[in-house]
């Protein structure tokens, strides 16, 4: 459901800078995090090492349901590989009064009423909600209609929820977030041992190469970038699953034929919400069927062959009129976002220092430098193997794989 990134010709911006020892800082963002070095995989370009050597792998889901989010939930529940510690719905596509029963009508329907779910922020943490009903409809589902949920919320909000859990089980637990981060930095800042002692989060966010709500700005990002820049400063492992390759996931009528195919509930109702989907995108004149932008996300995490990662140094325009919500990755690699082969690194680039902006007459910084060197904060996806995602998406949810 992707009718916010055809609006906006795609504009690619990447800072370069990096420091001689970047391959060797690679770690670094991770080392804060020291159970990830001895049961993760080991910390090496294109591997995602927040995920445990062995299962259960242990998360929670932060969400924001959503058509994407829906489809990404059932997957989850589909997938015997997670312990789902959580759901935990937060304000984004539309009001948390919505995404909070909409979380709770995807447990039923997946027989899995065993997992807790926690209502979230109303709001951003200082901006007033911008939701997407165009394009996830009036009832975040896209207009699939579902009946009312009997299943009840936990009375524990999902920040504290986050964090019991997280000191329940230390080095264990991985956030997986799907929508607006209001609830995961709400967490963050009411307990500053937390991003100490989560294994890692992987995000659906963000964007290297332009936005969807903005040309700047990808939507999860865009709804509360002060959040999101708490995140990305925490130090907890981060993998960014942005649009640079969540673009290349749109369902099509051939996926949802298979789901209608298959006769159990889970598949049926994700072949409701694609059909739903795939038509509100023709209906607007768009050439593609919504992508599944949050799906990629807990399926990188399921299977880490399906996503190529590349260490940078992320953060968040939070005051800009136009671009608040872009996410800006600083690299060794100059140049062009997907590294084409043979590309040296760019000795130039090896030795700037990370700068921001430039100081205003009024501000009492003299330097726009932000860091003097490159120090990796996040492994971004840059590729992806959409015919093993899909694979993955629609084997599960028909109950084939
Ligand atoms: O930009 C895509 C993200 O925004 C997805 O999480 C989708 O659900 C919307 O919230
Ligand atoms: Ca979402």
Known sequence: MDSKQEIFRITRRQFVTSSAAVLATSSLAHEANAVTALAGQPSEQGKSDVRPARGPFRVIIDTDPGVDDALALLLAMRSPELKIEAITPVAGNVPLGLTLPNALRLVEIAGRTDIPVAAGARTPLVRRLVTATYAHGENGLGGAVFPEPTTKPVATPAAEMICQIV??????????????????ATAINSDPELAGIVRGLVMMGGSLSGGNITPAAEFNVYVDPEAARIVFQSGIPITMVGLDVTRKTSLTDDHVRTLEAAQNPVSQAAAKIGRNAINHNREHGYLVGPNMHDSLAVAGFLDPSILKLQDYYVDVETTGELTAGETLGYSPIAGDLRRRPGMEKDAAAANMPIRGSAPTLASTKTSPVLR?????????????????????????????K
Do not use: H
């Not at 904060?377 to 993955?392: G, H, R, Y």
């Open 372 to 400: 003097d060197k490159f120090v990796p904060n996040t492994k971004v996806a840059i590729e992806v193997d959409s015919a093993k995602f899909f694979d993955l998406l629609i084997g599960r949810l028909s109950g084939s």
């Open 167 to 184: 000191r329940k089980y230390p080095g264990e637990v991985t956030l997986i977030t799907i929508g607006p981060l209001t609830n995961v």
